[in-house]
């Protein structure tokens, strides 16, 4: 099982970003997906989840109204679209399998600054 990150980058507040995460190793259409962010000294924190058809399931409230989630099965892609960034969103985001917690890829890095 593998998890690999892209996307991310410097943006000043307001901004948008697309992440996207190339997933191999498991049936990615057979389930469901999410996002993560880790801030220094802070737990991983779940941000987004969505269903095997591409529904939403799940949003922080931190997030909600600002991101959305989406995915290609046939790319084997997951994507987060962040729009709105606050210098808060300051972080690593990773994705990963809904019920899996390891294999953790290197993450992409964003940073909201002007």
């Known amino acids: 099982v593998q998890f690999v990150e892209s996307g991310g980058g410097l943006v000043q507040p307001g901004g948008s970003l697309r992440l996207s995460c190339a997933a191999s190793?498991?049936?990615?259409?057979?389930?469901?997906m999410n996002w993560y962010r880790q801030r220094p000294a802070k737990e991983r924190e779940l941000i987004a989840q969505?269903?095997?058809?591409?529904?939403?399931?799940y949003f922080a409230d931190s997030v909600r109204g600002r991101f959305s989630i989406s995915r290609n099965n046939a790319l084997n892609t997951v994507y987060l679209q962040m729009n709105s960034l606050k210098p808060e969103d300051t972080t690593i985001y990773y994705c990963?399998?809904?019920?899996?917690?390891?294999?953790w890829g290197p993450g992409t890095q964003v940073t909201v600054s002007s």
């Open positions: 190793g498991f049936d990615f259409s057979s389930y469901a």
């Open positions: 969505i269903g095997t058809a591409g529904n939403s399931l």
């Open positions: 990963n399998r809904y019920d899996l917690g390891r294999a």
